[in-house]
């Protein structure tokens, strides 16, 4: 069996493994209210070093998990994106994808450019049938992405968390993508970039 590629690289960036100097542009972030306003409250460095270490951990176990996101004009770290076990107190099993970018580099594309790099790696590479993601009713930024892959929600699959105490972080949504989902929608935007569009 070939080994799985490490990096990804799309036409903007570079999804690659944790270098040390991503530690303080992560902590950051992670410190960035704005940033962490569906996720549960901001991070100490300490907390925001020991994600990056078990990042680490499980992308060397599993051969997936949380990419470093680096733009590859400029070679700045701005997040992460990958793909990750759903945790195991969730009402259902499968893999999810993510993201989580510096305020900075919002609203140029870069998560749904990663995205899309990890749909096709956990279909191509992973051979998964599906992919999920979840998230808060609330982050509507983040339901933006999920349907700008081509996701779509079930509202039967709403869901409270039950690792979240009561509050507006509590109630989720969940959206899905299918492997012959991405292979129409690729199959598309292949044809419209060859003519062009
Ligand atoms: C969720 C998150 C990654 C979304 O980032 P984002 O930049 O809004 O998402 P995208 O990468 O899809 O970018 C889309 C935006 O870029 C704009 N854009 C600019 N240039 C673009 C380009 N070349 N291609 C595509 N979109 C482009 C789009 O018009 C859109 O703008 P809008 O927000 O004004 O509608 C970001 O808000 C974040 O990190 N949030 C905090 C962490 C978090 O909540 N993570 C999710 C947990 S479930």
Redesign the pocket.
């Known amino acids: 069996m070939t080994e799985k590629p490490t990096l990804l690289r799309t036409d903007r960036l570079l999804l690659r493994p944790w270098r040390e100097t991503d530690l303080a542009p992560w902590a950051a972030m992670n410190a960035d209210p704005e940033?962490r306003q569906?996720?549960g409250g901001v991070m100490t460095r300490d907390q925001s070093d020991a994600s990056v270490r078990r990042f680490q951990e499980e992308f060397a176990a599993r051969g997936y998990g949380w990419w470093a996101v680096e733009v590859r004009e400029s070679g700045a770290f701005v997040?992460f994106a990958g793909l990750d076990d759903v945790d195991e107190e969730m009402p259902f099993t499968g893999v999810e994808i993510?993201?989580?970018?510096d305020r900075s580099a919002?609203?140029?594309?870069?998560?749904?450019e990663a995205a899309l790099a990890c749909l096709d790696f956990g279909f191509e590479q992973l051979g998964l049938d599906g992919i999920l993601a979840l998230?808060t009713v609330g982050?509507l930024?983040?339901q933006?992405?999920m349907r700008?892959i081509g996701m779509t929600r079930d509202p039967a699959e709403d869901f409270d968390d039950p690792t979240v105490p009561d509050g507006p972080l509590r109630a989720n949504v969940v959206y899905r993508i299918s492997r012959e989902r991405r292979r129409r929608d690729a199959a598309r935007q292949a044809g419209q970039a060859r003519r062009g569009r």
């Open positions: 940033v569906h996720l997040g993510g993201w989580r970018l919002w609203g140029h594309g870069y998560a749904t998230t982050n930024r983040s933006a992405v700008r």
